[in-house]
């Protein structure tokens, strides 16, 4: 290879998910050769990102603020708190919902055998909210797997502690799905969680 | 080399680039196997609802070199461990599994004790006896099996009314009359513990003391994760 620094941008360019090599080259090639502009932009603002972008205080989602504009704003109903793993869930949520109410970001699950217990998903900070009063309601919509139901049970614990209504989304066979085409797993867990009709 | 539909359980599992997974398997008749599940954490797995830890799978996979590719698994009808006691008590079972067994050395009769044990978690049956039952099988299985039946110094049969101390590398020793000191057990409570009669509170309370500080000899001074994180999870 005749620059160390265009090999140095293909292997740096490797770090983002579904990009391999051939990938990788594609990309570097194009913004040197066709947007230098859109390189520059890109280069600025991942620096940008990278050194501000931290933990909302309240709900521990990523943003730049020390509160994020979801918290701070006035419009949201503050009775309310859906408890997920990611911030990319509370995304997913707002766009598919008409939930209003607020939202606590665990970034993780329950997984002692790699060491991540309440510590590492803030449930300290979560305990202090339920202890404040202000909740009538809180949402659980960890994950349905081993984990997320483990960390939807400690904390749905937690919050009974308090007096505070807990609830559990929905999960199971998936909207215009049949029956015989869902896995085992999928189903098992639906048909565990039936409800009175 | 291709195994076909091999009875075993997911241990554990670690993402891996970008939409893969790295699993921990343990089979009945593979022992503990490092596969990659290729694609499992992608949005179309159909393997991704199947490969839950606790639940009896068959699964299929391709061997090359340390790490195999899984290439099918199918779940058998089994009941999940309820979140609490009963999740924690199959977690810490994984962790022993996984801190003790090296990959590659087959366990037929521990995979059995493994399989029993989770099922009656599943089953709700009180998780501590399960568990002390399974670690008495796990030294066994490993080896390192502990002696209640008879005194490891004078070869006589346990006595019940007499007290042993025991020493873990080798087994109880009987203490004389009035002498102080030691790791104490009373002959009736290892000659209980020797019957596996762990579902009384008195006998699973000392077996715990011996068994703990017996596993403490493989598992060095690491502690283990899931002990650490309940016990936080306590406070
Ligand atoms: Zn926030």
């Known amino acids: 290879m005749s620059s160390p620094l265009i090999e140095e941008l293909i292997e740096a360019l490797r770090c983002l998910p579904?990009?391999?090599a051939r990938t990788?080259?594609?990309?570097?090639?194009?913004?040197?050769?066709?947007?230098?502009?859109?390189?520059?932009r890109l280069s600025a603002v991942l620096a940008d990102a990278m050194d501000r972008i931290g933990h909302c205080a309240q709900c521990r989602t990523l943003t730049e603020d020390s509160v994020c504009r979801l918290c701070a704003g006035g419009s949201r109903d503050r009775s309310q708190l859906c408890i997920v793993e990611t911030p990319a869930d509370v995304a997913a949520l707002e766009q598919a919902t008409d939930y209003r109410g607020l939202y606590f970001v665990l970034m993780g699950h329950?997984?002692?055998?790699?060491?991540?217990?309440?510590?590492?998903?803030?449930?300290?900070?979560?305990?202090?909210r339920f202890a404040g009063g202000e909740l009538a309601e809180v949402i659980l919509a960890t994950?349905?797997?081993v984990e997320g139901e483990a960390t939807a049970h400690y904390i749905s614990e937690l919050a009974r502690r308090e007096g505070i209504r807990t609830t559990r989304i929905a999960h199971g066979v998936p909207l215009g799905g049949e029956l015989e085409y869902i896995d085992g797993g999928t189903l098992s867990h639906a048909f565990a969680g039936r409800q009175e009709l | 080399m291709r195994i076909q539909l091999t009875p075993g359980?997911?241990?554990h599992e670690r993402p891996y680039r970008d939409t893969s997974a790295l699993l921990e398997l343990f089979t009945r008749?593979?022992?503990?196997?490092?596969?990659?599940?290729r694609g499992l954490r992608s949005r179309r797995s159909r393997l991704r609802g199947?490969?839950?830890?606790?639940?009896?799978?068959l699964l299929s996979w391709q061997a090359r070199g340390e790490l195999g590719t899984l290439t099918g698994a199918e779940?058998?009808?089994s009941a999940m461990l309820a979140p609490g006691d009963a999740l924690f008590g199959g977690w810490y079972l994984n962790e022993l599994l996984l801190r003790l067994l090296a990959r590659g050395d087959p366990h037929p009769g521990l995979f059995d004790i493994y399989a029993g044990a989770v099922a009656a978690l599943a089953a709700a049956e009180a998780p501590a006896p399960v568990l002390r039952r399974f670690e008495a099988g796990l030294l066994q299985a490993l080896g390192y099996g502990l002696v209640f039946g008879h005194d490891v110094e004078s070869g006589e049969p346990v006595q019940p009314d007499c007290d042993y101390d025991y020493r873990l590398e080798s087994g109880p020793v009987r203490v004389p009359p009035g002498q102080a000191g030691g790791f104490v057990f009373s002959g009736a409570r290892l000659l209980a513990m020797g019957e596996g009669r762990f579902e009384d509170a008195a006998v699973e309370k000392d077996a715990r003391r011996l068994m703990r500080a017996a596993l403490k000899l493989y598992l060095g001074d690491k502690p283990l994760k899931t002990r650490e994180v309940l016990e936080s999870l306590r406070r």
């Open chain 1, 110 to 128: 329950l997984s002692p055998l790699d060491g991540v217990g309440p510590a590492e998903l803030g449930l300290d900070t979560l305990a202090e």
């Open chain 1, 18 to 20: 579904g990009v391999g």
């Open chain 2, 29 to 37: 008749e593979h022992g503990r196997v490092g596969v990659v599940a």
């Open chain 1, 24 to 40: 990788a080259q594609r990309m570097a090639y194009h913004l040197l050769e066709r947007d230098r502009a859109g390189g520059r």
């Open chain 1, 143 to 145: 994950n349905p797997t």
């Open chain 2, 50 to 57: 199947e490969l839950q830890p606790f639940c009896p799978l």
């Open chain 2, 9 to 11: 359980f997911v241990l």
């Open chain 2, 75 to 77: 779940r058998r009808p």
